[in-house]
């Protein structure tokens, strides 16, 4: 499995960016999908995850009510729409898929088999 992220950028506070996650290879292997973000000097958080069938899904505290996990399995691409952004979102956001092992565990629990790089996101105050 292969994943590729895109769509960050540098907004102003209060902007909006789409992040998307592209899977490739093996892709029925994929279960749960998340996002992470790792700030300089800081340790790496999940931000959001969501399901296989995008049932369930999780966010950070932080990120509740601005961003919105999605996924369109038909097309292998997992979307974080990021609203109201504040210059603390400012990292790197990764995203992630879990395999069929995490298929019964909630979102935020999922074991994180893949991992695809980074995609920069900076918020200028």
């Known amino acids: 499995v292969q994943l590729q992220a895109s769509g960050g950028g540098t907004v102003q506070t209060g902007g909006s960016l789409r992040l998307s996650c592209a899977s490739t290879g093996n892709t029925f292997d994929i279960t749960t999908m998340g996002w992470h973000r790792q700030a300089p000097g800081k340790q790496r958080e999940l931000v959001a995850a969501i399901s296989k069938s995008g049932g369930n899904t999780y966010y950070e505290d932080s990120v509740k009510g601005r961003f919105t996990i999605s996924r369109d399995n038909a097309k292998n691409i997992m979307y974080l729409e990021m609203n109201n952004l504040k210059p603390e979102d400012t990292a790197i956001y990764l995203c992630?898929?879990?395999?069929?092992?995490?298929?019964?565990?909630?979102?935020?629990?999922?074991?994180?088999?893949?991992w695809g790089q980074g995609t920069q996101v900076t918020v200028s105050s």
């Open positions: 992630s898929a879990a395999n069929v092992q995490s298929i019964y565990v909630p979102p935020y629990r999922a074991n994180w088999n893949y």
